[in-house]
């Protein structure tokens, strides 16, 4: 099942629309920065790259965008999170995804489901507290819920009156938040890498990093595998050997 999958989720991005053959044989090769990797992570970096008004910016993919660890990600998203920089970052992409989709014609599949938070302790229950007074600063709408609601919300819980209440842990509360929910990591990555290309940037499937060196003056001198099968290093493995220069390498394969 994981195998058809996979084989789906790399058929997508490679008919998606995605430049699936590397141009680094006929383009220049210096880029003022190249991002490794073309799953969630690095397509994100290359956008926003694109974004600022970067368009000399080439992203390396040594197989097909989401072959490595984007196309079997869970895709759920929420803002709940300890750290106040982490929930506005979570939040702004979560309102990113409408930008993204409307900007390249591809669809993140995301469906807004809402999520509930459980409090089963008091030290939980005051930190959710804490956490829903620092949504209303970061205009994250989420709102505290009763025991009673929580059940009510999640059928699964332990509903009062049952047996399986008096068993369970019992729940001081929750913390609802409204816009978490699902997509698919497949969608969001393709769209994240046609609106890169259309704002300018370069996207280089087959294109696999073998090796990387400073160049004594700040910048990197990169040797790139063109047309790999994208398995291993060498001539056994295909493709040609490139060198690409860069001022900047932001590493994101398997992140």
Request: glycine residues 12%; contains cysteine.
């Given at each position: 099942v994981l195998v058809v999958a996979r084989a789906a989720a790399a058929t997508r991005a490679a008919s998606s629309g995605v430049a699936a053959r590397s141009?680094?044989?006929?383009a220049p090769h210096r880029y003022k920065a190249v991002v490794v990797g073309g799953g969630v992570v690095g397509t994100s970096v290359l956008y926003h790259l694109a974004k600022l008004g970067w368009t000399d910016v080439a992203l390396l993919e040594?197989?097909?965008?989401?072959?490595?660890?984007?196309?079997?990600?869970?895709?759920?998203?929420?803002?709940?999170?300890?750290?106040?920089?982490?929930?506005?970052?979570?939040?702004?992409?979560?309102?990113?995804y409408d930008d993204i989709e409307r900007e390249s014609g591809q669809s993140c599949g995301v469906h807004y489901t809402g999520g509930v938070n459980i409090a089963s302790t008091a030290e939980r229950w005051r930190w959710m507290r804490a956490e829903w007074a620092r949504h209303r600063t970061l205009g994250i709408e989420s709102r505290l819920l009763t025991p009673a609601e929580c059940a009510e919300?999640?059928?699964i819980?332990?509903?009062p009156g049952d047996a399986a209440a008096a068993a369970a842990p019992p729940i001081l509360g929750g913390l609802f938040d409204p816009a978490e929910g699902t997509l698919d990591c497949s969608g969001v990555v393709?769209?994240?890498a046609k609106s890169a290309q259309r704002r300018g940037a370069h996207v280089e499937q087959h294109a696999m990093l073998e090796s990387m060196a400073p160049t004594g003056d700040g910048a990197w001198a990169l040797r790139v595998r063109v047309g790999s099968d994208g398995t291993g290093v060498g001539d056994a493995h295909g493709g040609a050997l490139v060198d690409v220069h860069a001022e900047h390498v932001v590493n994101a394969g398997g992140l």
């Amino acid at each position: 099942v994981l195998v058809v999958a996979r084989a789906a989720a790399a058929t997508r991005a490679a008919s998606s629309g995605v430049a699936a053959r590397s141009t680094l044989r006929t383009a220049p090769h210096r880029y003022k920065a190249v991002v490794v990797g073309g799953g969630v992570v690095g397509t994100s970096v290359l956008y926003h790259l694109a974004k600022l008004g970067w368009t000399d910016v080439a992203l390396l993919e040594r197989k097909v965008l989401t072959a490595g660890s984007s196309w079997h990600a869970a895709g759920n998203f929420h803002a709940l999170n300890g750290d106040p920089t982490m929930s506005a970052m979570q939040k702004y992409t979560m309102e990113l995804y409408d930008d993204i989709e409307r900007e390249s014609g591809q669809s993140c599949g995301v469906h807004y489901t809402g999520g509930v938070n459980i409090a089963s302790t008091a030290e939980r229950w005051r930190w959710m507290r804490a956490e829903w007074a620092r949504h209303r600063t970061l205009g994250i709408e989420s709102r505290l819920l009763t025991p009673a609601e929580c059940a009510e919300l999640v059928p699964i819980l332990p509903q009062p009156g049952d047996a399986a209440a008096a068993a369970a842990p019992p729940i001081l509360g929750g913390l609802f938040d409204p816009a978490e929910g699902t997509l698919d990591c497949s969608g969001v990555v393709t769209a994240y890498a046609k609106s890169a290309q259309r704002r300018g940037a370069h996207v280089e499937q087959h294109a696999m990093l073998e090796s990387m060196a400073p160049t004594g003056d700040g910048a990197w001198a990169l040797r790139v595998r063109v047309g790999s099968d994208g398995t291993g290093v060498g001539d056994a493995h295909g493709g040609a050997l490139v060198d690409v220069h860069a001022e900047h390498v932001v590493n994101a394969g398997g992140l």
